[in-house]
T-cell receptor, first 110, second 114 residues
Framework: SQQGEEDPQALSIQEGENATMNCSYKTSINNLQWYRQNSGRGLVHLIL?????REKHSGRLRVTLDTSKKSSSLLITASRAADTASYFCATPPNNNDMRFGAGTRLTVKP | EAQVTQNPRYLITVTGKKLTVTCSQNMNHEYMSWYRQDPGLGLRQIYY???????DKGDVPEGYKVSRKEKRNFPLILESPSPNQTSLYFC?????????????FGQGTRLTVV
């Protein structure tokens, strides 16, 4: 069963706008990770946030984690056309494997 | 360069003809996994391995086999492929225990079974 569920399924914005994607999960975690996938390619790791962290930044990325609500959000600021991709959250529920949601497909129009 | 290498990248085969998709990583990672990706369903885990000779089923293992005889290799075997196994397949690896490590993905194998 999928552990993370991203929302929305698809998001279309103009270049320069901010993009926010959300992830909800079901069981307790020790960390949550976000990945990016360009069309048909392998996923690439973006950022990891630990369960004792509430917010983390990396360049134009900002991730928040609310363990009480079992949810996380990924904010991409000042988006660019090159940010067009699918974004996935992932959790290692049992520390043995990693499960992904269905992803949010982001389109940034130039 | 750290990488996960899958072969082949593209494969068209016929129903029932056994095939193997290879996966190799050069990072000495303990954990390796296979996923399939279908439109609207995201990535679903097929099998994973925690180390040599240690494998376990993921969410959709039916019709697949794996083996982990060496740490670097984790082949995916379809003994009798069927059209519903047409999909985009990814191998991934990550190191260490505790889940605080990122996964590295191969470039994908697009399989078509006719």
């Amino acid at each position: 069963s999928q552990q993370g569920e991203e929302d929305p399924q698809a998001l279309s914005i103009q270049e320069g706008e901010n993009a926010t994607m959300n992830c909800s999960y079901k069981t307790s975690i020790n960390n949550l990770q976000w990945y990016r996938q360009n069309s048909g390619r392998g996923l690439v790791h973006l950022i990891l946030i630990r369960s004792n962290e509430r917010e983390k930044h990396s360049g134009r990325l900002r991730v928040t984690l609310d363990t009480s609500k079992k949810s996380s959000s990924l904010l991409i600021t000042a988006s660019r056309a090159a940010d067009t991709a699918s974004y996935f959250c992932a959790t290692p529920p049992n520390n043995n494997d990693m499960r992904f949601g269905a992803g949010t497909r982001l389109t940034v129009k130039p | 360069e750290a990488q996960v290498t899958q072969n082949p990248r593209y494969l068209i085969t016929v129903t029932g003809k056994k095939l193997t998709v290879t996966c190799s990583q050069n990072m000495n990672h303990e954990y390796m996994s296979w996923y399939r990706q279908d439109p609207g369903l995201g990535l679903r885990q097929i099998y994973y391995s925690m180390n040599v000779e240690v494998t376990d089923k993921g969410d959709v293992p039916e019709g697949y086999k794996v083996s982990r005889k060496e740490k670097r290799n984790f082949p995916l075997i379809l003994e009798s492929p069927s059209p519903n196994q047409t999909s985009l397949y990814f191998c991934a690896s990550r190191g260490g225990a505790g889940g605080y490590t990122e996964a590295f993905f191969g470039q994908g194998t697009r399989l078509t079974v006719v």
